[in-house]
């Protein structure tokens, strides 16, 4: 009987000790999102806004093209900065040979790929990983708001049930706003990706036309 009232106060002091950094932990969560929810709207303003870009009419625009009419179309095209940089690196190596070419164009389209996978981490692992914290946050005051009920100590019970749902609350906000913030930047992601990769094939096969050279 001894040893087993040890082991329950030994898990019972580590709960409890858990409380502060879990709601420490949902705090920083929180400032994180906020931060994350800044950054998409200095992008969309910043850099979505302009992408203004029709693929297929800029498909149209390099076929039968030098390789300086295709680096003149490609600078004064609505891409976005990034995708200009990777569509002008494979254009300046048109001497290239085309397996080198070939791998070149994926190595850049991997870089792009890599650079947008870290972008949206943040805000997947905070999707993942507030709502655990939030439950955390709920369930470790309830242990001595139980307590105090049996104690008759309606204080501390009101007291313990508070930050249950606040820590409730605040993880699921947490996570709400992070799950919203990756999938708009998935979605535009995704689509700044398949521009990049057609326009990337496109310059390959006017780079294996005989006359470019």
Known sequence: MMFSEAVKDILRAI???LQIPV?????????????????ILAEYFSERRRLK??????????????????????????????QKKAAL?????????E???????????FEE???????????????????????????????????ALGQGDTKTLSGSLLIAFDTTVAGLI??????FIS???????EQYMVGLETIMETILEEQNRGDWK
């Not at 709601?23 to 950054?39: A, D, K, P, R």
């Open 113 to 147: 790929e890599n650079r947008y996978a870290k972008i949206t981490r943040t805000t997947d692992i905070i999707a993942k990983i507030a709502p655990m914290f939030g439950l955390m946050g709920t369930l470790i005051p309830l242990g001595p708001g139980l307590m």
């Open 89 to 97: 690196e494979l254009v300046v190596r048109g001497k290239l040979p």
């Open 99 to 109: 397996a080198t070419r070939e791998a070149l164009a994926r190595q850049l389209i």
């Open 23 to 39: 709601i420490v932990i949902l705090i920083l969560l929180i400032l994180i999102t906020v931060v994350m929810l800044g950054s």
């Open 15 to 17: 709960s409890s000790s």
């Open 53 to 82: 870009v029709r693929i297929p009419q800029l498909i149209d625009d390099l076929q039968e093209k030098s390789q300086e009419e295709i680096i003149k179309i490609i600078e004064n095209s609505g891409l976005l900065k990034r």
């Open 174 to 179: 947490s996570a709400a706003v992070a799950y």
């Open 183 to 189: 999938f708009i930047r998935k979605r535009w992601y």
